[in-house]
């Protein structure tokens, strides 16, 4: 096989646990050519991986006059094998009309059941499922060690910002604008960043995508009266690209967050991580972490976790227990050993 066309259209997470899928594709396959088809907002995300030698965008909004002109492109490119890691019918047709081609799917290893029965099953991580439909492919083995692969672009690769002598934590307070039931309290991420500044020499860096720009202003309101908040709380939610982001937190001491894209950016970054997980499952999407990590997640006495359900289903003292049960206090005794 010599050019290999992967489709992952997104999303930010997703893609990078993709990486590790392409890194041991590459090293197996040193001169094959791995072709990425993704969405215009990853590009630059899909530039960063080392693996890929050409990066495709498909843009939904050129509607079916683009979908046939990018078929046309790929028909010309001589693509002999297909991974679909993002099940639709445009990527199903998209493989059947470029050539009669080698073609494997990804299908997503699921829940078998939901809540604490859930905990003793043994799952995929999310980076080996990726991998299942390449080992289909090409008929190789699962690698002993899966790790995400990226690479700063050149233009990131300047002078370190950091001060000397100065502690950065980043803080990631929300989780997208869907599956909101992922993200832990804003009262309790303000909790944290009293600790947390209470610290002499930390500075604390609140870092996320546009959809957290509302949320961070609202952290930053509620800070507003302490002092240490004026001089070492910075917002930069919404003000840098996914390579400027990543720049960011390969700069961080440590980085704080949940089941959210810029998490899993922050540990191919290679980032000291406390992550804290509710409603999803550590063991399938727990972040692919190069440096250490501490995890928080619901006490065992709480029984519906993890569900992996969109929105949580109860209401009143329940209503995302799974979150607001994971203390303030832990999870910055977690900090202070990975800040030491």
Not at 250 to 271: E, F, R
């Amino acid at each position: 096989m010599k050019r290999l066309l992967v489709i992952r259209l997104g999303a930010l997470g997703d893609l990078i646990h993709v990486s590790t899928a392409l890194d041991a594709v590459k090293r197996g396959n040193p001169q094959m050519e791995i072709h990425l088809l993704t969405s215009p907002a990853y590009e630059a995300l899909a530039e960063m991986i080392p693996a890929v030698d050409t990066v495709w965008a498909f843009d939904k909004r050129r509607g079916w006059g683009g979908f046939f002109r990018l078929v046309g492109q790929l028909r010309q490119v001589g693509v002999d094998g297909v991974v679909n890691l993002h099940p639709s019918f445009k990527s199903w047709l998209l493989t059947r009309l470029i050539a009669p081609v080698k073609a494997a799917t990804y299908r997503k290893e699921k829940l078998k059941s939901k809540g604490k029965a859930q905990r003793a099953v043994s799952r995929r991580h999310a980076v080996a499922d990726f991998y299942r439909p390449f080992a289909e492919l090409l008929a190789a083995a699962l690698p002993a060690s899966l790790v995400p692969a990226l690479a700063l672009p050149e233009t990131e690769k300047l002078f370190p910002m950091k001060p000397q002598g100065e502690q950065w934590v980043g803080l990631i307070p929300g989780v997208g604008a869907k599956r909101s039931n992922r993200a832990w309290e804003p009262a309790a991420y303000v909790g944290l960043v009293q600790k947390l500044l209470a610290k002499p020499g930390v500075k604390v860096l609140l870092i996320g995508g546009p959809d957290e720009t509302a949320l961070a202003d609202s952290l930053l309101t509620q800070l507003s009266n302490l002092a240490e908040a004026q001089e070492r709380l910075e917002n930069h939610c919404g003000r840098h690209d996914i390579p400027g982001t990543a720049r960011l937190l390969v700069q961080c001491d440590l980085v704080i967050g949940g089941d959210t894209g810029p998490m899993h950016l922050a540990a191919a970054m290679g980032a000291k991580l406390v992550a804290i997980y509710g409603p999803t499952s550590l063991q399938r999407t727990g972040p692919a972490a190069h440096g250490a990590m501490k995890a928080f997640t619901p006490p065992e006495d709480l029984g519906c976790w993890p569900c992996e359900l969109p929105e949580c289903p109860y209401g009143g003292e329940q209503h995302l227990a799974c979150m607001r049960q994971i203390s303030v206090d832990s999870v910055y005794t977690g900090c202070e050993t990975l800040l030491r």
